[in-house]
């Protein structure tokens, strides 16, 4: 089976991911023993790896952009690119650049806290309005159509359902230590915060990886339907 089948397939992006974190953990877990313990994030490795996959992902964009252009998806594409800057401002810290008095401005303490600038809270809340509008509208756009698909077994919705899994588990993989430690009192055991860091740090630098490989995909699979005609 050649690597455009398997790339076609359904199951493609559920099983890289899996894979990619086994891989990750394994070589994460041989330096650690060989080492001794570290932060992974402190030392930076999968920032660089994570911006790395941005540019990667950007390129493919690129080189698939002529499949969107002067047709009905051409705003989708537009919509994708943008959700596609804003994932990269986050991860370069956009939230932390627009307060000069806290630390985080997409939380709701942020807007509260009255020592916090008027403008600030303005700017920030129109970014994030924005976001939140073009995510939504690609959301109302494509969420039917996904759901049939899914359950139809298509390779897109299969990957996008890959992406949002993997986006939740790098979510409750960051905000889980913090929740334990307030609800029972103590921190959670070395071991299980190494694994937990796996997933959100290596969980965050697949995204984009997953993101390119849709766009790969519906490249592929348009070929494949002219092919057909």
Known sequence: ????????SPFFAGIFV??????????????????????IEEIGVTEVLTYLFYGFAAGIA???????????????????????????????????????HDSVVTKTRFFLNPNNPLYEKIIAGA??????????WVLIKYLKPLIKGFFKFQTIPWTVA????????????????????????????????FVLKIFEEGGESLLPLL??????????LLLKEKQEQ
């Open 1 to 8: 089976m050649d690597f455009k089948k398997k790339l076609l």
């Open 18 to 39: 899996a894979i990619a974190l086994f891989v990750y953990y394994a070589v994460c877990f041989i330096f650690r023993l060989k080492f001794g313990p570290f932060d």
């Open 62 to 100: 690129l080189c698939c952009a002529k499949d969107f252009m002067d047709t009905p998806k051409q705003s989708t594409f537009f919509a994708l690119m943008f959700l596609w800057l804003a994932a990269l401002l986050r991860e370069m810290g956009i939230q932390h650049w627009l307060t000069t």
């Open 127 to 136: 970014l994030m309005l924005l976001v939140v509008s073009v995510f939504a």
């Open 162 to 193: 890959a992406f949002g899994v993997l986006a939740v588990i790098t979510q409750i993989a960051d905000r889980f230590p913090a929740n334990y430690m307030k609800a029972a009192g103590t921190a959670l055991a070395e071991p299980v915060l």
């Open 211 to 220: 993101f390119a490989i849709a766009l790969l995909q519906y490249h592929f």
